[in-house]
C-alpha cells in the first residue's frame, strides 16, 4: 500500500469541533477567506486539504442547522424566520389580487371544533326513557321511620339483589319501572314503605359503557366505547364527523337491524335543535352514507359554502340555508353553472322561479352583485344651499324642482351659466350649458331632468383668481393675507401683528395692479401704480387711512427709520487692556477707535501680529501701521461679528520648504534673510530662490522682488514664517536618459561595423 492509502489526512483527523473552532478563531481575527487559506498552508495543510477543508466545514455547518431543527428554542427561531419570508413575500406581492380561499362544505368543521365535544353530562337527572342494564349501578336510601342505604349493581343476568330477597331483573327497564319493582321487594323488610312512615328513593349511581360502532363514510370509523349516556353528535365527534364524502343529513342509527333515528345535522347548525341527538345503545350502528346533492352557493349570500340538498329542496331553499341574501345581493336572478354529460353550460333562474327551481349536485350559483347605478337619482352640486343627491319622481322632474328642492342657490351662486351633466344613450358624456338666472326668471323655459343627471352651479368666488393682499417690511408677521371689502391699511397692519420698532409710518408704500390702461394719473408704460400713504403710529384712524382702501393683490411695504438700527457688536481679545465685546456707535467707527476704546494695547501686546477676522475669515491688516497713521484706507469701517486678536510679541521664525534643515529658531533683530537661511541649513537642490515669500503674523504676505540683477528680500519680524518653493520635478530628463544613452551606444556600434568592413 503506499503513504496515502495508510496515513489519513490532516482534515480527516480534525473533529467536527476542531474544524469549526479553526475557522471559528480565523474568521474573528479578522482575516479574509484568503488569508485563512495561506494560514492553513502555514500550518503543513496542502491544497487538498484545504479543499477538503472546505467540504468538512461545509458539512458541519449543514449539520448544525439540522439540528437547530430539533431544538424547541430554535425550532421558534426557525418559524420566526419562515414568518419574516412570508412577510416579504407579501410585500413582494402587494400588487397582486389576493388568491380566494376555496369554499368549505358547509358543517364540515362541527366536529373539529375545540371545546364541543357533546360530552354527556353525568351531573343530570337521570333521563326517563334510560333503560337499565349490566354494570349499572342504583343508589337505594330508605328514610323516615326505618333507615338503610344500599348499593345495588345490575349484575351479567339483568338482576339486582338486596339483603336476603331474592334477586330482582332490571335489564331493559327504565329507573321508574325499576324503582316500583324494587320498592315492592324491599316491602317483604319493611312493612308499609313508601305508604306510611318509611320512604324509599331510587337513583342511578354509576353508569355503564357502552359499545356502539360508528361505518360509511366518516373519518375514523370503527368501534367505540363510550357511556350509556352518551348520544349520536358524541359518537360522531368522537370519529371525527363525516369525511369528505360523507352526508351530512342522512345519518342513521341502526338498533337491533332496525333505523331508529335518521339524523340532519343542518337541524342543530342552522335550528340547534337536538331532538335527533339520542341517546345511544349497546350495540348500536350509526351509518354515515354518501352526500346525494352537493352544490356550491357563493357570491353576495350571507355564508356562502358548499351545502348539501336532500331530495326536493329549491333554490329558494337552498338561500335561505346560507341566511339568505345580504345586503348588496342581485335578486332579480341567478346565474349557475351546471355540469352536462359532455361540458359544462350556464343557468339562469328569475326570481320568480326559486321556489320551484331544483339544483343538481355539482352545481356552482353565483349571487352577484347589485349595479352601482340608480333608477331615479339626480345630483346637484356647488353654490346650491343642500347640495348632495335627490330622488326623480312626481315631485320632481325639472330643474326648478331640483333646486326648490335643495332650498335655492346661495347668495354667491354664478347664474348666467349652469353645467347639466348627462349620459347619452350610448352612455357618451355630454354637457349642457344653463343660462340658470333667465331658467329662475322664468325668461327660459324650465328644462326636464334625467336619471343620472349632475347639475352643477358654479361659485363666483370660483370663477376668480383667489384675493389676498401682502405687507412685507417692518412688520411682525409679514405674510399674505385674504382680501376683504373694505379692508384699509391699518386693518391690514392689525393682522400682521402690528408695526415693528424700527417702522416709520409716514413713507408707507402700496404697490397696485393696473386693471385699466385709462387712468389719468397713470403713464402708459407703467404696469404697476405706486401709492403713498402716513398713517398713525397707533392705528387710530387718519381720514386719508380711513378712505384709503385696499384692493386684491396690494402689496404693502413698511419702511424703517433711517436713524433706527439694532444694535452690533465687535469682540476685541489678546493683549489690550479692556478685552471683550463692545457695541458698534454709529456706522463709521473704525479699527483705531475700537483700540483706543479697549484703552489700547498693553506693554507685551505687539500690535504688527494682531489677526483681524471677518466672518470666521482672516484679513490681512497691518493694524500697527494703521494705528500709525489713522488715515489709511486700511482702517477699515467696523462690521457685526468682527473680531481683533492681539497677541504676545513672538520671538520665533519659521523656515520652511525646499532647505536642508527646516526649522524654527529665535528672532534676532540684527538678523537678516541670509542669516535665518543659513540657520535652516540653506537652499535645498530643487530650491526656488526667487519666489521665496514671508507671511507675517497677522496675515499679510510679501514674496522676493526683483531690482536689476539682485533678489530684494521680504524683511523678517517677529512671528515670520519664511517659505521656500520647490521647483517641480522634471521628469522629462530622467526619462530621456535611458534612450539618449541607448542611441548614442547604436551610433558607436554601427561606426565600428562600418569601419571593420573597410579594413
Known amino acids: 500500500m503506499g503513504i496515502n492509502a495508510q496515513t489519513p489526512s490532516k482534515v480527516e483527523q480534525l473533529s467536527d469541533s476542531q474544524v469549526k473552532a479553526f475557522y471559528e478563531k480565523a474568521k474573528a481575527s479578522g482575516m479574509s477567506e484568503m488569508q485563512i487559506e495561506q494560514a492553513a498552508l502555514a500550518q503543513g495543510f496542502t491544497l487538498s486539504d484545504i479543499s477538503l477543508m472546505r467540504k468538512r466545514l461545509a458539512e458541519v455547518q449543514d449539520k448544525e442547522n439540522k439540528e437547530d431543527l430539533t431544538d424547541t428554542d430554535s425550532l421558534k427561531l426557525s418559524r420566526q424566520q419562515i414568518g419574516k419570508l412570508s412577510k416579504r413575500d407579501i410585500q413582494k406581492d402587494t400588487l397582486k389580487i389576493p388568491k380566494k380561499e376555496p369554499l368549505k362544505v358547509y358543517g364540515s368543521e362541527l366536529f373539529n371544533t375545540e371545546g364541543l365535544t357533546f360530552e354527556p353530562s353525568l351531573r343530570i337527572a337521570t333521563p326517563k326513557n334510560y333503560q337499565l342494564g349490566p354494570d349499572d349501578e342504583l343508589l337505594v336510601e330508605i328514610y323516615g321511620d326505618a333507615k338503610g342505604s344500599y348499593r345495588l349493581k345490575v349484575s351479567p343476568e339483568g338482576t339486582v339483589k338486596v339483603l336476603n330477597l331474592a334477586p330482582i331483573y332490571v335489564s331493559g327497564l327504565t329507573i321508574e319501572e325499576a324503582r316500583d319493582k324494587i320498592v315492592g321487594r324491599l316491602r317483604q323488610s319493611y312493612a308499609g314503605l313508601n305508604s306510611s312512615g318509611s320512604f324509599a328513593s331510587i337513583n342511578l349511581g354509576n353508569i355503564r359503557s357502552i359499545k356502539v360502532m360508528v361505518t360509511g363514510e366518516v373519518v375514523k370509523p370503527g368501534v367505540y366505547t363510550v357511556s350509556s349516556l352518551a348520544t349520536a353528535f358524541n359518537a360522531l365527534y368522537l370519529c371525527g364527523g363525516p369525511n369528505k364524502n360523507g352526508s351530512f343529513r342522512a345519518i342513521n342509527v341502526i338498533r337491533n337491524n332496525k333505523v331508529v333515528r335518521t339524523i340532519d345535522i343542518y337541524d342543530f347548525l342552522l335550528r340547534a335543535s337536538q331532538a335527533d341527538n339520542i341517546i345511544l345503545q349497546d350495540q348500536d350502528i350509526i351509518q354515515v352514507p354518501f352526500y346525494l346533492t352537493r352544490v356550491e352557493l357563493d357570491g353576495e349570500v350571507k355564508r356562502p359554502a358548499i351545502y348539501e340538498l336532500k331530495k326536493g329542496e329549491t333554490l329558494q331553499q337552498l338561500v335561505d340555508l346560507a341566511g339568505g341574501f345580504n345586503e348588496h345581493a342581485y335578486q332579480a ?86 353645467l347639466i351633466h348627462r349620459e347619452k344613450p350610448n352612455r357618451e358624456p355630454e354637457v349642457i350649458a344653463v343660462a340658470l338666472g333667465k331658467v329662475l326668471s322664468n325668461e327660459l323655459p324650465d328644462i326636464e331632468l334625467k336619471n343620472q343627471d349632475s347639475v352643477v352651479i358654479s361659485s363666483i368666488k370660483n370663477l376668480r383668481e383667489e384675493y389676498f393682499v401682502t405687507i412685507v417690511g417692518e412688520i411682525n408677521n409679514p405674510s399674505d393675507f385674504p382680501f376683504a371689502e373694505a379692508m384699509t391699511v391699518s386693518d391690514l397692519i392689525t393682522q400682521a401683528g402690528g408695526l415693528t420698532d424700527g417702522a416709520i409710518d409716514s413713507r408707507i408704500e402700496i404697490a397696485r395692479r393696473i386693471k385699466d390702461n385709462n387712468l389719468p394719473d397713470v403713464a402708459e408704460n407703467v404696469t404697476i401704480q405706486i401709492i403713498t400713504l402716513k398713517i398713525n403710529r397707533d392705528l387710530s384712524l387718519l381720514p386719508a387711512d380711513k378712505e384709503f382702501k385696499l384692493q386684491p393683490f396690494d402689496i404693502v411695504y413698511i419702511r424703517k427709520s433711517t436713524r433706527y438700527d439694532k444694535q452690533r457688536s465687535v469682540v476685541i481679545l489678546g493683549e489690550v487692556n479692556y478685552p471683550g465685546t463692545y457695541a458698534i456707535q454709529n456706522n463709521s467707527e473704525r479699527v483705531t477707535q475700537l483700540l483706543e476704546r479697549a484703552g489700547g494695547p498693553k506693554l507685551n501686546g505687539y500690535l504688527p501680529n494682531a489677526v483681524f477676522r471677518r466672518d470666521g475669515g482672516r484679513i490681512a491688516l497691518d493694524i500697527q501701521r494703521i494705528v500709525d497713521n489713522p488715515a489709511l484706507e486700511s482702517n477699515i469701517i467696523l462690521e457685526e461679528g468682527d473680531t481683533i486678536f492681539v497677541p504676545e510679541r513672538s520671538e520665533l521664525v519659521r523656515i520652511d520648504g525646499a532647505v536642508l534643515n527646516p526649522s524654527v529658531v529665535n528672532y534676532s533683530k540684527g538678523f537678516s534673510y541670509e542669516n535665518y537661511l543659513s540657520q535652516a541649513g540653506g537652499y535645498g537642490d530643487r530650491a526656488m530662490k526667487s519666489r521665496v515669500y514671508v507671511t507675517y503674523a497677522n496675515g499679510y504676505t510679501e514674496r522676493t522682488r526683483k531690482f536689476l540683477f539682485f533678489n530684494i528680500r521680504p524683511k523678517i519680524q517677529p512671528g515670520s514664517v519664511i517659505s521656500v518653493p520647490y521647483k517641480p520635478k522634471d521628469e522629462r530628463r530622467s526619462d530621456l536618459t535611458g534612450p539618449v544613452i541607448l542611441s548614442f551606444t547604436s551610433t558607436l556600434i554601427l561606426a565600428a561595423v562600418t569601419l571593420i568592413s573597410r579594413l
Open 333 to 418: 336572478s341567478i346565474t349557475m353553472r351546471r355540469n352536462t354529460d359532455k361540458a359544462r353550460k350556464v343557468v339562469t333562474v328569475i326570481k320568480n322561479e326559486y321556489a320551484t327551481f331544483l339544483p343538481q349536485s355539482g352545481d356552482a350559483i353565483m349571487v352577484g352583485k347589485v349595479l352601482e347605478r340608480f333608477d331615479n337619482k339626480v345630483v346637484i352640486e356647488g353654490a346650491i344651499s343642500r347640495p348632495g343627491e335627490y330622488a326623480l319622481g312626481d315631485n320632481l322632474k325639472t330643474l326648478k324642482d331640483l333646486i326648490n328642492q335643495s332650498e335655492g342657490v346661495r347668495e354667491d351662486a354664478f347664474l348666467n351659466r349652469a
